[in-house]
């Protein structure tokens, strides 16, 4: 039985409304998302899906519009916007910027001490948080964050939003700046917390990420959903995207050029091995009488 | 407003775009009256050479045609701390007993000395606060870079670097708007990592650290964009002030020099008086 | 590749009195205190970027600091002793000082330990920044000479305290020194 955990409906924000510098970031836009889903968050730079984002989280109240966040009403001026950050994770863009102190146990032990945890309780959440993202308890805890690799520091960043135990968890540009063998890590353990059961929000410019992970998509375009629906239909319409400023995955793309060739691949694969098995099945059926 | 947006708040000095004379005026010639003034006022002790100075103010806030209610903001907004010190003043500071003793009462004494003493307070900070929003409302921060750099190059040959001087100013100014995105960005992060700022408690080691998730990376970033830049400042060939040349020319017309000549006058004036 | 010192003196000065104006700007420059006057923090940047770069740069910084804060004071003034600083003898000429100070306590005290240098560093520069202001005051018959020690004692302290601990965690953060004798967290 899912549970609707976001509901957003309508919401408009402008920037510093009133002066000469006010810019309309969101133009009423609606989104959900259900427990157990994975949605993406697509749009060219300027979209509005930071905005939308900051939204989900509490960081801003609603100007205009409804969000309803783990059944709590943003809008309710009583409502404290504290409880929903904390239940709902945001990571930002590079979050390794936001590391403060020297050792990492220390970092990511931050958020769970502000919640009330202490002792062995506070011990055993940051070995949870960090066995999550792959940084091995006993062999990081007491390491120099400086002394970590770029793949790394983002890990415990990660690690250390994840220590809150949120509910649902946010990223904007996850893979953003990270080497190619860093960037697969950091998607296999965001693809182990789906499996936990953890609700994701994704957003990102990087059209395979998007591929690898979202079940659904929402498509910004000047503050307004211009596109939606499941990944894979809304990914396979190459030619829409590109009018909205953006692409389908190199796959995608790929399979469709071998189409007009004349190579009838069929199936709507997203993902390498996706298209691997569509071409396997093909060759099979060319070399079949 | 959300409590995130800092852009907002972080303004250096105030540029009222306008076309009078003041606003042409070359900025080197503005920034030596400004200096002149400032020197000249603070020197001052004499009320009619302070009336002088108010008076000559505002000829040139008339001048550049700035609207009364701008120029008098600022004075407006610090007139309840005036009147505060103003009374401070005559009332409490023992410096001022000079003169007729015009009332008397418990450790309160009022002199004709006194009161001078804050009317002098109370006039050389409005000429002050009039006089740096001239400046401010009548050049802008690019100008008044270029001015200064010009000004300061003839300092150069007495070994003051003066490029590298109004360099640093210019990247100070730029850096502002860029850093405060960051601190906006850094704010929210950590909000949402549960970080709470505000709900102060403890001694001044223990607020501190509340303060550092913000301040530490804000200071960090700032450095690595220091590198940043110096590398790329290095990667495109620059090798310092020495026999450097401008893009942007400086020329001082003689209605600049009168202007400055009649400031000087004045400023001396306002001293002497 | 390596930068030229002199080249990355002007960006780190440039940036960092960046820092003090945007400290001095918004509420980020001020921790609040008991004594309902705020511990002020716009002259750390001078003495770290003093204790890095030397005390050219931290004299260049202070310049920054002092005339923004001159500026700042004539045109949005946020409260009564804003007045006193529209007088640059009060809000620049004591700033220039902070830096160079700091400068040399730290290579005074880092022969015998580093971080020890960077914290005596810090009290001295915010002490150099709390005396010297205060002294201007006094000097210009703003303030009473009676009146100042317990401005130094209720907020120059702490602030002294509070700019220790700044440069120390950024300096030690950014020159990868590990602080304390504790290797390690404490989880």
Known sequence: MSELLIDVRGLRHTYMPGTPFASIALDGVDFRLESGETVGVVGSTGAGKSTLLQHLNGLYRPQEGEVHVLGRDLRDPGQDLREVRRSVGLVFQRPEQQIFSQYVGDDVAYGPRLLGLAGEALRERVRWAMDLVGLGFLDYKDRLTWTLSGGEQRKAALAGVLALQPRVLILDEPTAGLDPQARLGLLDDLRRLRAEGLALVVASHNMEDIALLADRLYVLQGGRVALEGPARQVLSQGERLRALGLDAPPVVNLLQALRDLGVSVGGDSLTLDEAEEALAAWLDGRRSP | ?273 | ?187
């Open chain 2, 1 to 273: 407003m959300s409590e995130f947006d800092f852009l907002g708040q972080v303004t250096i000095g105030q540029y009222l775009p306008g076309d009078s004379p003041l606003h042409r005026m070359d900025p080197r010639a503005k920034l030596l009256m400004a200096l002149a003034w400032i020197a000249a006022v603070v020197a001052c002790r004499s009320l009619l050479g302070m009336a002088l100075a108010a008076l000559a103010v505002a000829a040139g806030l008339w001048v550049a045609r700035i609207p009364a209610r701008f120029a008098l903001r600022s004075v407006w907004r610090a007139l309840p701390f005036l009147a505060l010190l103003a009374v401070l003043q005559v009332l409490v500071m023992p410096g001022n007993r000079t003169g007729a003793v015009l009332w008397q009462w418990w450790i309160v004494t009022v002199t004709t000395g006194g009161l001078l003493a804050g009317a002098l307070l109370v006039a050389r900070f409005v000429v002050l606060i009039l006089a740096i929003s001239l400046l401010s409302f009548t050049t802008g921060t690019n100008d008044l870079m270029h001015g200064l750099e010009h000004l300061l190059r003839p300092l150069q040959r007495l070994g003051l670097p003066a490029h590298e001087l109004a360099l640093t100013f210019d990247i100070a100014l730029r850096s502002v708007p860029l850093l405060a995105l960051e601190a906006e960005r850094l704010a929210k992060a950590q909000a949402s990592r549960g970080g709470e700022f505000g709900g102060a408690k403890g001694g001044a080691i223990r607020r501190v650290q509340q303060a550092l998730p913000l301040l530490v990376p804000l200071f960090l970033g700032a450095l690595q964009r220091a590198e940043r830049l110096a590398l790329a400042m290095e990667a495109r060939g620059y090798v310092g002030g020495r026999g450097r040349t401008q893009w942007v020319a400086l020329r001082m017309r003689s209605a600049d020099y009168v202007a400055l000549a009649l400031v000087l006058g004045i400023a001396v004036a306002v001293v002497l008086v």
């Open chain 3, 1 to 187: 590749m390596e930068t030229s010192s002199r080249v990355r003196k002007i960006a780190v000065a440039g940036v960092l009195g960046a820092i003090s104006v945007l400290l001095g700007a918004t509420h980020w420059g001020f921790i609040p205190w008991i004594s309902g006057a705020a511990l002020t923090i716009m002259h750390v940047p001078v003495i770290i970027g003093a204790v890095l770069e030397g005390p050219v740069v931290g004299l260049v910084i202070g310049l920054i600091f002092g005339v923004f804060s001159l500026i700042q004071a004539a045109i949005a003034p946020t409260g009564p002793t804003d007045v006193w600083f529209t007088n640059p003898l009060v809000s620049v000429l004591p700033r220039l000082l902070i830096g160079p100070v700091a400068w040399l306590v730290y290579q005074g005290v880092r022969r015998v330990h580093e971080v020890a240098g960077l914290a005596v560093a810090g009290v001295a520069g915010s002490l150099t920044n709390t005396l010297l202001v205060l002294g201007m005051l006094g000097v210009l018959g703003h303030v009473p000479w009676a009146a100042l020690p317990p401005i130094i004692w209720a907020n120059g302290l702490p602030e002294a305290v509070a700019s220790a601990v700044i440069t120390v965690v950024v300096v030690a953060a950014w020159k990868r020194i590990a602080i304390g004798r504790k290797q390690g967290s404490s989880i």
